[in-house]
């Protein structure tokens, strides 16, 4: 029996021989009527029962938002002016995307590595059969349009690493931000194969005036609309009443 | 001071949202236009997206309109006659723009329509305007050749349907009202403006009301179309946002106080084609933005969670 034990402590211990331990500076974002984006620290270290293997080890770090289905759409000319034409649907692609990683993401992940764990931007998202022929160009320019307002960042010397133990880095969270799971993940690569992954969720809502706002539009869609009425009126009529007040 | 918008969701400036409201507040209330027409593409302008730019410039012209009305009731330039009659096609214009403002957001083509249905709109109505005052202007400036347009015989009179309106001492047939009614509350579904800018010319030129009573008449008819559409919008695209509605609105009533009492002061004329001015101005912005090869060609529009 003792020695079933350890010949399987044997064989499962190359498979874990490094793990991730791993904690958040904060696991929820409360977005309030101030709200202007939101630093998030990520940190952990590398558990290791046995020494450390040959090669260097590499982490890389990911923060990815909701998956939306959005369209991208190109624009022509057309009888002299510019006009939507061409479309192209993508079925899921994060509101949010950033990835922090200790060296260049080439180096550190193989294809098929990222094929795997969809870790690279062009990887997490999923386009539909448009039929077009150049149907990669539009998923390029939703990466740009993306990139270029902050959306999706790459930073490839994100990641801080010590010791080859203890890591951290940190992400800028914009204000724009899409309520939703946020999902967070901590890849060890040696070799530029996964050894270990961790994953943890960021909750971001909504608080306060913002979230009974939000969530009455679409509860009570024509109270909401009622309401906005009669903060119209009422804002109207009072500063009509004040001015004349402030004349007489 | 950044604020977080809770429908658009988007952080923007409250202060520049405060200003934006401030300055069409002044313009709403001098030329009886709610201001609209230039909201709608400054929040685009600022990254608010169209469907919640345009429902929630719907909603901040109720609110103008409102501040500026209360003003010509006192002063008694509203004519409630022709105000129903106008709103009963408004309320029909908006049900079917809000309708036609869906298929077209489906398909795409939205920000198309809007700003092609301006070019359109604003240019045909700047132009008409600026001639006629100024021509209005060179015959008040030669009195000798002086002409009365008082018993001009329109197409209004011929039509059947008559209706004594007394405030604009005018008696004519109610359809062309109707039907001015419908084509501004179409516009406001789309465009998310009063269509103040083109129901104040409609009813100089076409109906032959006098100049006074013109602005409170569509101040009066607004309020309703637009709460309308406000209403709609809110219910059927769930795109009116409330905080940035208030910010608008905050800085949309101050102005039209100030601007009610400018308004007054002017000439109807020079009132005109200040006005006239204005909304070419505009048309010729967002013609130059339609001709020109755009920046990015591309754009993203999110259809919902995956």
Known sequence: ?248 | MQIYLPIAEVSVNALLLFGLGGIVGLLSGMFGVGGGFLITPLLFFIGIPPTVAVATGANQVVASSVSGVLAHIRRRTVDFRMGWVLLAGGLIGSGLGIWVFNILSEMGQIDLTVQLSYVLFLGFVGLLMFQESLRSILRSRQPARKITRRHQHLLVHRLPLKMKFRTSGLYISVIPPILVGMLVGVLAAIMGVGGGFIMVPAMIYLLGMPTKVVIGTSLFQIIFVTAFTTVMHAVTNQSVDMMLALLLILGGVVGAQFGTQIGAKLKAEQLRILLALLVLGVCALLALDLLLRPGELYSISVEGRA
């Open chain 1, 1 to 248: 029996m003792i020695r079933l034990l350890a010949l399987l402590i044997l064989f499962a211990a190359p498979l874990r021989a490094e793990e991730v331990v791993a904690g958040l500076s904060q696991t929820r974002i409360a977005i309030t009527a101030s709200f202007s984006g939101s630093d998030i620290l990520v940190f952990g270290a590398v558990k290791r029962d046995t020494p450390a293997p040959e090669g260097p080890l590499q982490v890389i770090i990911t923060l990815q938002g909701p998956p939306l289905a959005v369209t991208v759409r190109r624009k022509d000319k057309v009888a002299g002016i510019w006009v939507n034409t061409d479309a192209v649907g993508v079925s899921s692609s994060p509101s949010f995307y950033a990835i922090a990683a200790t060296a260049p993401l080439r180096e550190v992940l193989t294809e098929t590595e990222d094929l795997r764990h969809a870790v690279s931007i062009p990887r997490a998202i999923r386009a539909v059969g448009s039929g077009l022929e150049d149907a990669g160009v539009f998923t390029d320019a939703l990466i740009r349009i993306r990139t270029e307002e902050g959306s999706y960042t790459l930073d490839e010397t994100g990641v801080e690493l010590a010791e080859e133990t203890l890591f951290r880095t940190r992400f800028e969270m914009p204000a724009n931000l899409t309520e939703g799971a946020y999902r967070t993940r901590i890849l060890l690569t040696r070799g530029g194969t996964v050894v270990d992954s961790h994953e943890t969720m960021i909750d971001v809502r909504k608080v306060g005036l913002e979230r009974w706002l939000f969530a009455l539009s679409r509860e009570q869609p024509l109270i909401y609309g009622l309401l906005s009425l009669v903060l119209a009126v009422v804002a109207g009529w009072s500063a009509s009443a004040l001015f004349r007040y402030i004349r007489s």
